[in-house]
């Protein structure tokens, strides 16, 4: 079964996309045309461009979200080539280097902590090496400029790196609080919606096992809320111990959902068939009294071009179909 793609990630990667790619096209697009009219500098003119022609080709897509991970990397590859290419050919005193410190920034917006940590040190060394090759030899002058240079390339590294640890940290405590349930720790309803809109258009074999346990009202007035509250967390694991955490939701209540990824029909009712009698057979502690509890199963099959409200509607239908026929039981359509 195929591991879900976190929405909210893809979605800030999407615009970070849009807004860098946008201001690349307008630099490359710019110092192209100062390099072809004025510094008579063709072949860098001409690679700046056809790297704007690309950056409005990524930002173009991002307009339809549908940038791809190579985007990023092309993106950050041709940015690092056109910067070394200037910096290598350009008089060093009009200050091409400065724009070398902006790499680690793009690295970091594109590609994320780990990756942008690799290729800003990756960038580092032939940057240094040209521009201590470059500089003038009075005075030291090479050391002095590749020692000023590296402290500041490692200043603006650092502050990026600590930055994107701390935003990623506060994005996924944000993201947690959002899309997850604080009661059992799996993903709730807004997440499902998420998930929806991510393959709704390119899934053709998903089916949906909508699970809610019987009487559970009758549970909570008997024994308590928190002895039924401690029913749907031990509910949840039994369901994580069967079916990857990250395909299970919580709905609301007493109401869970499973997504099964590319499952042939017969594979999802089986599984369906094998919850409830789990459910069936186990007994959940309530202080010194066992609780012996059922569900309803209701199995619905994705359909392409589904809305999330009648991908819903119809998941709920098979379920109620379900609780009519006695409950306990699992019904498909």
Known sequence: MKSQKTPLISEIKSTLSKSLSLILFLVQLFFASLNFFILNQPAIGTYQFLASIFCAYVFFHSLKKEVKEWHHYVLSLITTIGIISVISV??????????????PLIYYMLLGTQKGLTFSLIAFFPLAGILFLRSDLDHNIPYRSVLNFTLAYFSVWTICHLYE???MTVHLALQKMALGDALTGIQNRHALKLFFESIKDNQENLH???????HFKSINDQFGHETGDKILIEMTELLKSRVDSKDIYRLGGEEFLVILEEAPDNEALSLAESLRRTVEQSTFAHEETDINITVSIGVSKFQYGQAFNEFLRLADKNLYRAKNAGRNQVCSG
């Open 90 to 103: 350009a008089d060093l005193r009009a200050g091409p280097i400065y724009w070398s410190f902006a790499l």
């Open 165 to 167: 640890r701390h935003r």
């Open 208 to 214: 949906t096992l909508v699970i809610d346990i019987d």
